[in-house]
């Protein structure tokens, strides 16, 4: 069992900047990625960012590339998200999901990800 909590949502004008945590707990050693998520209403669960916890290769989503970094410290067991230029359409509920067991293709669908914090929601008001 692996538990995620999220941490970091917020308010903030458009251009601003929030930094996400995910804290992770349990049994740690089993977790291959750590991924981000996000769900505005009325829309499908997407794929933000993900990174793997052992290299710390990361994966992004076309949306948020070159504005968005996930970083990790494994002393921590901590995964985060840093959103900088932030613009209105990436007002959502931003979730934090766990990989186990063998990872296939890119790992970039939310049914990839066994374990799920209870989200965060990020607001980003024009």
């Known amino acids: 069992q692996v538990q995620v909590v999220e941490s970091g949502g917020g308010l903030v004008q458009a251009g601003g900047s929030l930094r996400l945590s995910c804290a992770a707990s349990g049994s740690i050693f089993s977790i291959n990625y750590m991924g981000w998520f996000r769900q505005a209403p009325g829309k499908e669960r997407e794929f933000v960012a993900r990174?793997?916890?052992?290299?710390?290769?990361?994966y992004y989503a076309d949306s948020v590339k070159g504005r968005f970094t996930i970083s990790r410290d494994n002393a921590k067991n901590t995964v985060y998200l840093q959103m900088n230029s932030l613009k209105p359409e990436d007002t959502a509920v931003y979730y934090c999901?766990?990989?186990?067991?063998?990872?296939?293709?890119?790992?970039?669908?939310?049914?990839?990800?066994?374990?799920w914090g209870q989200g965060t929601q990020v607001t980003v008001s024009a």
């Open positions: 999901a766990a990989q186990i067991g063998v990872p296939l293709g890119l790992i970039t669908r939310p049914g990839e990800y066994r374990y």
């Open positions: 990174i793997s916890w052992s290299s710390g290769l990361t």
